[in-house]
């Protein structure tokens, strides 16, 4: 590949900053980008991110903001994403979007998603797993770039039979991606382990463009001792290509015939209005807006468009999630 470089990418779902902080310090000296979950940090705590590593910079999210508004934490703390870019990377790189389930981010040509879509045990798991993916698919339909790694924990194995998997697969195949599991190098794939259970699964994947596969160098799974994660290490060394060139493969505005489109006369119309019915149903129209004694109180401007965007916000992810499933999105050609 022409300007190609060697990468390592290593996913890693730290189950808590503290208990993974160890292992965290030795792959940031060691890999170029790195994908973690779950460092289960506040807001005010995302500094310590910062602090592993002082050649790399780092991306984070959390889930926390509305734990710890609300009112005293109770439990343990939860979820949160970052991804790591080495500092002789820092300079082609930008950050694209950053939300509590995953992070985009963009070095030349080269998109990178990292993810954490929910358990099993969530709440709700199967809207949330199809909205997040949905919301991604349209973070990046705009976008301009050759290739995607996407990595992170999926929560899936890849031959479940549940809608997670079904829609995962799917995704997969739309943003034209591989998963490269088949190329770890180990007969045991687990990438979850639980010593004191013997559970294990392979939850955590990378997938990426399908012109990048023959490109791939090594996919392992990493355990170490100082490992205090019930996940361990997924590394991957690829060679890619950070050439800035114009956009050829991927572009949204020079190859209209590979765009996606939603085919709503192939669509089964009546699920879309039943279930667009029932989810728009379900979001709380912030009513209390209109209360004219509401202009009484110490509701600031931000406070107030804040409920806004987030009822609007709400009604946008039904309309495409609900799209997602209901309506095939096919090339322009297929049919």
Not at 116 to 125: D, M, N
Not at 154 to 161: A, G, I, R, S, W
Not at 239 to 247: Q, R
Request: glycine share 4%; with cysteine.
């Amino acid at each position: 590949m022409e300007g190609s470089r060697q990468l390592t990418v290593v996913s890693y779902n730290l189950h808590g900053f503290n208990q993974g902080k160890i292992p965290l310090q030795s792959l940031c000296s060691t890999c170029d980008i790195l994908f973690v979950q779950e460092h289960w940090l506040a807001p005010f705590d995302l500094d310590k991110l910062n602090a592993v590593n002082p050649n790399m910079i780092c991306f984070a999210s959390t889930a926390m903001d509305d734990a710890v508004s609300r009112d005293c934490l109770v439990g343990r703390p939860f979820g949160g994403v970052a991804i790591y870019v080495n500092e002789n990377l820092a300079g082609i790189t930008k950050l694209i979007s950053l939300k509590t389930r995953y992070i985009i981010s963009q070095i030349k040509q080269l998109l990178l998603i990292n993810v954490y879509l929910p358990c099993v045990s969530a709440v709700g798991r199967d809207n949330e797993y199809i909205e997040c993916l949905a919301v991604i698919t349209n973070e990046i339909s705009e976008l301009q770039y050759d290739d995607i790694i996407l990595g992170g924990d999926l929560n899936v194995e890849l031959n479940d039979k549940d809608v997670p998997c079904r829609q995962l697969h799917s995704f997969v195949k739309d943003l034209q991606l591989n998963f490269v599991d088949d190329k770890i190098s180990t007969d045991d794939k687990s990438t979850y382990r639980v010593l004191s259970t013997g559970a294990c699964s392979s939850v955590d994947h990378f997938a990426v463009s399908r012109r990048l596969y023959c490109q791939v160098q090594d996919v392992r799974i990493a355990d170490s001792s100082d490992n205090l994660s019930d996940h361990c290490p997924l590394i991957l060394e690829i060679c890619v290509s950070l050439s800035s060139h114009p956009v050829s493969l991927r572009s949204t505005q020079s190859n209209s015939s590979d765009v996606l489109s939603f085919r709503w006369d192939k669509g089964d119309c009546n699920l879309y209005y039943m279930m667009t019915y029932n989810y728009l149903n379900e979001i709380e129209v912030p009513f209390f807006l209109l209360d004219d004694r509401i202009a009484q109180m110490s509701l600031s401007r931000d406070c107030s468009l804040h409920y806004i965007n987030s009822y609007y916000r709400n009604i946008v992810n039904v309309l495409f999630e609900c799209s997602f499933v209901c309506i095939p999105r096919k090339r322009r050609s297929f049919f």
